[in-house]
């Protein structure tokens, strides 16, 4: 049997990872892409002979046979994009954020509940193994009463100006995963927050924020989170972990890309697991979609539009309380220029554009 005819809308970095992953996924074909750029659209033709490439997002709509939708464009088309699948009776997933404000991304969570097709949106931390590992362990009391949450992430990535000018400083478009999932693992709503940001480079936003405050259940949080590690450091690295503290016992979790790497020291036992990193995980979504419009029933483990639309929200208000308080700026345009002739140069780094080998 034929697999679920699907379509691409946005041939960038994240366009040519879904592509992969419907190759290989059986109950997937990939039948169109679409991109706005005619330099991304020749590049797309090489790339993936098997689709049909075009520039005209209505050729999707139009097409009956299709049944599925990926948008991976920036976040100022999505929602254009999102009602004209919903109208032609597409189901979707969305890359994040959803749109560009909180005002519209509420107005797509309201229309996709009221829609019969699936949406889903890849908050792809909550498809890795080691957060449902981490989660699960936490469900168990191993650690006694979950307390402190606190994530950092930090790796000389998308550089100011590079790119992803819709989704916001990286505090939004990166940061937002890890706002999503402290309150995911607090399991419940943000309450308050401080944040403190800086001008690295002395680019009009903060290149590198952190944030810590209250859940509504007592659960207290720090984020940090920063594109600004080592930028110009002739050998490059990151550094990222998860720390889950509770009122008994610990998990910490790092990871290198490649391979992550989780303690879990709970009252009765301790476990210790180092397993592939799995970047973006697409290939759970992708099934998760998958498995939905061929069962009809959707799966509940697909990260919602609301789930986006709440952590995009928090994210932009902790930008927010950023700028009201004393805001400091280190480094110059002239670095900052640097920065980016430097990573228009790289074929391997963090977080490079239209390239398809980066984190
Ligand atoms: N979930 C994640 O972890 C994750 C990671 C990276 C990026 N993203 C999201 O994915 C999206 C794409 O990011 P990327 O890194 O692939 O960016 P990119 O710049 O590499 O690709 C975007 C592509 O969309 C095309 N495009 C722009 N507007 C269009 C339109 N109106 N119609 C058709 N094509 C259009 C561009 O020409 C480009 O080829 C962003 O919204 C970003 O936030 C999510």
């Known amino acids: 049997m034929a697999g679920i005819k699907t379509a691409i809308i946005g041939y960038g970095r994240m366009g040519a990872y879904y592509r992969k992953v419907i190759l290989d996924n059986p109950d997937l074909e990939l039948k169109m892409i679409c991109d706005a750029s005619p330099a991304q659209r020749e590049w797309a033709r090489q790339d993936a002979p098997e689709a049909l490439i075009t520039d005209k997002p209505e050729q999707i709509y139009e097409d009956p046979e299709i049944q599925l939708v990926i948008l991976c464009a920036l976040a100022d088309s999505r929602k254009e994009q999102i009602e004209r699948c919903f109208a032609a009776g597409k189901n979707v997933i969305s890359e994040k954020p959803i749109g560009i404000s909180a005002g519209q991304e509420k107005e797509l969570v309201a229309l996709a509940a009221s829609v019969p097709q699936f949406s889903a949106v890849n908050l792809y931390l909550r498809n890795s193994w080691y957060h449902r590992e981490m989660k699960a362990f936490v469900e168990s009391g191993q650690i006694g009463q979950l307390a402190i949450v606190r994530i950092c992430h930090m790796t000389p990535g998308l550089a100011p100006g590079e790119g992803h000018e819709y989704e916001g400083p990286c505090f939004h478009d990166c940061g937002m995963h890890y706002v999503d999932i402290a309150r995911w693992y607090a399991g419940a709503p943000y309450k308050t927050w401080n944040a403190q940001g800086i001008r690295m480079w002395n680019y009009k936003d903060p290149w590198w924020l952190n944030s810590h405050g209250t ?145």
């Open 215 to 359: 859940f509504e259940n007592g659960v207290v949080f720090d984020i940090t989170q920063g594109f600004v590690y080592g930028q110009l450091s002739k050998d490059q690295t990151h550094h990222a972990y998860v720390d889950l503290i509770g009122t008994r016992g610990v998990i910490h979790m790092t990871h290198d890309f490649k391979t992550a790497h989780v303690e879990m020291r709970g009252t009765d036992r301790t476990e210790i697991l180092d397993k592939p990193f799995g970047e973006k995980n697409l290939p759970v979504l992708c099934s998760q979609m998958a498995q939905s419009i061929l069962s009809g029933h959707r799966d509940p483990s697909m990260p919602e539009f609301k789930d986006a639309a709440e952590a995009s929200e928090v994210a932009w208000e902790m930008l927010r309380d950023a700028g009201t308080h004393e805001m400091p700026v280190k480094g110059t345009d002239e670095e900052l220029v640097q920065i980016r002739e430097r990573r228009s140069q790289m074929t391997d780094g963090y977080g490079l554009l239209k390239k398809r080998h980066n984190h």
